[in-house]
């Protein structure tokens, strides 16, 4: 099942260009890294890709009914306990607990480390349902 079709994809900053006519298809199945220099244009791409953004030229579809799930460079978590902010099913608790953070589920997610907001915003994207999962520096 194609996830993501892109064709012609064109994106520029002033003065310079991040990517032109770019074409990608994503299947069920895939993965894929992105590997570039810092500023040209990686979380652009992937912005564009999960529909965040839509590109200056060229189109991207998704396929019927597919859902995306996105970790972003700086995703916002908002305010409430590290449980609250990832979400309460067996599935989140099951990820917050692989990825360590077990002993802080009950402490508020600012009064916890940078790290710990990291893994707990991957948390979040691991444990939603989605048939694309779009990663932007998880580590």
Same mark, same amino acid.
């Given at each position: 099942?194609?996830?993501?079709?892109?064709?012609?994809?064109?994106?520029?900053?002033?003065?310079?260009?991040?990517?032109?006519?770019?074409?990608?298809?994503?299947?069920?199945?895939?993965?894929?890294?992105?590997?570039?220099?810092?500023?040209?244009?990686?979380?652009?791409?992937?912005?564009? /890709? !999960?529909?965040?953004?839509?590109?200056?030229?060229? $189109? &991207?579809?998704? =396929?019927?009914?597919? #859902?995306? %799930?996105?970790?972003?460079?700086?995703?916002?978590?908002?305010?409430?306990?590290?449980?609250?902010?990832?979400?309460?099913?067996?599935?989140?608790?099951?990820?917050?607990?692989?990825?360590? /953070? !077990?002993?802080?589920?009950?402490?508020?997610?600012? $009064? &916890?480390?940078? =790290?710990?907001?990291? #893994?707990? %915003?991957?948390?979040?994207?691991?444990?939603?349902?989605?048939?694309?999962?779009?990663?932007?520096?998880?580590?």
């Amino acid at each position: 099942m194609i996830l993501v079709d892109a064709q012609g994809v064109t994106m520029t900053r002033p003065g310079r260009s991040l990517f032109t006519d770019l074409s990608l298809t994503m299947s069920t199945g895939d993965r894929i890294g992105v590997v570039g220099v810092n500023g040209s244009g990686k979380s652009t791409l992937l912005r564009v /890709l !999960a529909g965040q953004v839509e590109p200056e030229a060229g $189109a &991207v579809r998704r =396929g019927s009914g597919v #859902r995306v %799930a996105m970790l972003d460079q700086a995703d916002e978590l908002g305010h409430g306990t590290v449980r609250e902010v990832v979400g309460g099913d067996w599935r989140a608790e099951a990820v917050l607990d692989r990825l360590g /953070l !077990a002993a802080v589920l009950d402490r508020d997610i600012q $009064a &916890v480390s940078g =790290g710990q907001r990291k #893994r707990a %915003a991957l948390a979040r994207a691991l444990s939603t349902e989605c048939d694309l999962l779009v990663l932007d520096e998880p580590t």
